[in-house]
Structure formats: C-alpha cells, structure tokens
C-alpha cells in the first residue's frame, strides 16, 4: 500500500516551515544529537493540549534567525516535499519571529522563497502568519510585508498561534484591513473548539486551517457545504493536540463523506513526526479511505489553492498525467 501512496501526486496546503526544520539539519546547526534534537523538537504523540504541542516550535525558531540558516531550512524542506511526490504546496510561518538577531521580515521572506526556489519540480508559495497574542503592531508589520510580496512568492496571509487562549474576535479588525487590500487569507479555526468557526466564515473565508470541531454542529457543517469551504484538515496533528483521541475517531472521513471539501494535510512535519506519505497511510489503515478517494481529494483541492487560475489548470493537469 505504501507503494501505491507515493506514487500519488499530491498537494500540501496546511504546512508550517518552523515546524518541520528536519532533525539531521538540526542537528548540524545546533552540532546536537539527533535524538537530543529530537526530545526538543517532537511533540509526544498525545499531548496534555495545544499549549504543549506549542512548546516544540523554541528551537526550531532560535535556528531560524540568520538568511543562511533561513535559506538552507527551506531548500532542504522543499526537497523533502519532491521526495513525497508533492507537485505543489503552501508554506506558512510568521517572519516577525525571525526578526531576533537584526533581521527585517523583508530580508526573513526574501531568504526564505531564495531557499525555495532551489528546487524546480516543486511549485511553491508561503504564506505569512498573523499571531495570536503578539502586540498588534507587529501583525500590522506582516501584513504590509505581504502586500509588498504578494504574487512574488507570498500568495496569502493566516491566523495562527494558541486559540484556547486568544480568540479570533479580537483580530476582526485586522481582516478587514486585508480584505481591503485584496490579500486572499486563510484563518486557524475550529482547532480546539467551534467557536471561532462562525466568525471565520462571516469574514469571507474560503479555506480554515484545521475547522474540524464543526463535526458536531449540524447548522455549521451545512453553512460551511453551502458556503464551498475547505477545512485544511491534519490528523495526525489534531490527535496529538487532543482535538480527537485516535485516527479511528477523527472525523475526516465522514466530512468527506458529507461531501465537505477537505484537503490532507501535515501541519508540521516535525513536530508532528509526519509526513504525506504517512498521512494518507494512516487514513488508509485506520479508516476508509482508498486510494481513489485520496487522489480524488488532491484534484479538487487545486480549486483552493491561492493560484491564478491559468496556474490552476496547469497544476490540474501535472496531476492528471
């Protein structure tokens, strides 16, 4: 079966660049161990809650504070991508957390999409993440960073960060000002509870990351149908926030079912000890999910990709053949 996964040609939507720095390159920055890399940078697979899953994202981001280190995270992630048949996907992070050691988020973005754009075969775009709980300012900073970039490598903004903490409604504001300025975004919604969900969408969003706390409101799940959105949904992640308590019981498979438009997703390849490859193996093992249906889910996420749409036909077609 594996075989037959990695054959597949796939998309990634939902994919943190400071969660998924690898363990050997770590290693090499840091001259750790792998395995005391490995006690800092992985989250156990059942984590007391979001806050301790959080906790994994220190020394990657202390790494990630020089345009050397930057470029070389992200040529490195990109060729682990091709590595997993990946034709395209969208990276976030927040480049104001790379600011540290003297770096202005313009040179963080510039170093990042230069690493990047190493690898040929992998069709790539970042997107730039708005934080929960840091001094509005700087969020304000990282829209203006994304404006300047957009269509250049940047092709979308996010909120991300703690949602049990810091709840969407107090970051409306800064939507409509992106609205305003025509940046398409995504939001992190629906992770730990449904209460942000509903905002989200009154926002005008087409994609939330995660969202699968819908699962249980039936108003919700028909609003989220009606409306044509897609839940950038990450299993192995939401089982280790404790969103759900196993694969068995993540309810991916009966939003497909309910013909909720879905991506798969790994959220972080490291801090989730994951990758595609074994995100669509676990659907497989542990629910229902064929290889058709996986494949059929990748064909209709180019729909939400933040491309053009002559980039979109082209990525139809990559996959098709």
């Given amino acids: 079966m594996i075989e037959e996964i990695k054959k597949i040609k796939k998309i990634e939507l939902h994919l943190h660049l400071d969660g998924s720095v690898s363990l050997s390159l770590a290693s090499k920055l840091l001259k750790l161990s792998v395995e005391d890399c490995k006690k800092e940078m992985i989250a156990n697979l059942v984590c007391h809650d979001l806050s301790e899953y959080l906790t994994k994202f220190k020394l990657p981001i202390s790494l990630m504070q020089t345009k050397e280190n930057l470029k070389l995270i992200a040529s490195d992630l990109v060729n682990r991508l091709e590595k997993e048949n990946v034709l395209y996907a969208e990276i976030r992070f927040a480049p104001m957390f790379h600011t540290n050691n003297g770096l202005t988020m313009d040179s963080v973005v510039e170093a990042v999409l230069e690493g990047l754009n190493d690898n040929k075969k992998v069709k790539t775009n970042l997107i730039l993440c708005l934080m929960r709980g840091i001094k509005k300012e700087d969020n304000l900073k990282t829209i203006e960073v994304a404006s300047k970039y957009l269509n250049k490598g940047v092709c979308a903004l996010d909120l991300a960060g703690d949602e049990k903490k810091f709840k969407l409604s107090d970051y409306v504001d800064l939507f409509k000002l992106i609205k305003t300025k025509n940046i398409p975004f995504t ?38 149908k009606n409306k044509n959105i897609l839940l950038e949904v990450c299993p192995t992640s939401n089982i280790q926030t404790k969103a759900f308590e196993s694969y068995q019981s993540h309810p991916i498979y009966k939003l497909y079912k309910e013909n909720i438009n879905i991506s798969i997703n790994t ?17 497989v093992k542990y629910l229902n999910f064929t290889i058709d249906d996986l494949k059929e889910i990748n064909l209709n996420t180019v729909n939400y990709t933040f491309l053009s749409n002559e980039e979109k036909i082209e990525l139809l077609e990559n996959l098709r053949n």
Wanted: glycine content about 8%; proline content about 2%.
């Fill in 187 to 224: 939001i992190h919604a629906g992770e730990v509870d449904e209460l942000d969900i509903p905002i989200a969408i009154e926002l005008g969003v087409k994609r939330i990351g995660h969202g699968v706390k819908c699962i249980d409101n039936k108003n919700l799940l028909k609003e989220i």
């Fill in 267 to 283: 959220d972080n390849m490291t801090v989730s000890n994951t990758d595609l490859n074994q995100e669509y193996l676990n659907l």
